[in-house]
């Protein structure tokens, strides 16, 4: 299981930074897959490798100015509470609900990143017209994103990057940087609440960081020097086909 691990770790440490979307997201399908790992303990080890693999992330994309943020402040008030409020939720949902409604989420998800990938100039133009976002409408969209994320075991960026592109009008780097500032905080608590609960195995955690260090820091270099636009449509399809898969591979266990 450990070998297993850390090569889970490698491929979701880039995939992590690259997308900006948290390595949890992909992980807990992975783990249940590939290793067999109980459903909670699925969803709450991959919780310290993904901030750790933030915290590398962030290391390139800060130097940069990527960061919004204004939306980063109103993220956090709504965040935080939302990330806590969903986490001690997790614990009130059956293990195959919580999988199932994983894969659906990284279904859509995917989706969005197909769509993103056909309408990016519209978008990034719409940004640059339009007036600054309410803040009020910030905070309840970060809630909101970040109670359904507190249930799922993952930081908040796997909804909140498609949430500030398309609702925001954000531009895809700047969301992918200020989602992951947002989630490196909105991690800390999430990862208490789920070791409290007993869903996390340190053991899978610290084989997984072995692979995650590195990658994380190739993925975010790689994000800064590609454009985007085809890999996000290739990750798109991938993530729709491995959600399907995902999905019925849950119900025969």
């Not at 440490?13 to 949890?24: E, N, R, V, Y």
């Not at 056909?118 to 007036?131: A, G």
């Not at 200020?178 to 609960?197: D, G, K, N, R």
Request: proline share 4%; hydrophobic share 55%.
């Amino acid at each position: 299981m450990t070998i297993g691990a850390v090569i889970i770790g490698l491929i979701t440490g880039f995939i992590s930074a690259f997308f900006g979307i948290g390595g949890s997201s992909i992980d807990t399908p992975l783990l249940r897959i590939f290793l067999h790992v109980p459903q909670y303990v699925a969803l709450g080890s991959p919780l310290p490798t993904a901030l750790l693999a933030i915290i590398i992330a962030l290391s390139v994309y800060w130097k940069e100015h990527l960061v919004d943020k204004r939306i980063l402040k109103w993220s956090l008030l709504g965040g935080v509470p939302g990330i806590i409020f969903g986490s001690y939720l997790s614990g009130k949902f059956s293990g195959l609900a919580l999988m199932l409604f994983s894969a659906l989420v990284l279904f859509f998800v995917g989706v969005n990143f197909i769509y993103k990938r056909f309408h990016s100039n519209q978008i990034n133009k719409n940004y640059q017209e339009e007036k600054p976002v309410d803040a009020v409408y910030i905070l309840l969209v970060a809630f909101v994103a970040s109670s359904i994320s507190g249930i799922l075991a993952n930081g908040g960026g796997l909804l909140l990057i498609p949430a500030y592109v398309l609702l925001f009008r954000m531009k895809i780097k700047e969301a992918i940087a200020t989602s992951l500032v947002t989630v490196s905080v909105m991690f800390i608590p999430a990862c208490i609440i789920h070791y409290q609960l007993g869903h996390i195995d340190l053991g899978i955690s610290a084989a997984m960081a072995i692979g995650v260090v590195p990658m994380a820091y190739i993925g975010a270099r790689t994000n800064l020097e590609t454009k985007s636009n085809i890999i996000q449509l290739l990750f798109g399809i991938m993530l729709v086909i491995f959600s399907v898969y995902f999905f019925i591979s849950q119900l025969s266990f």
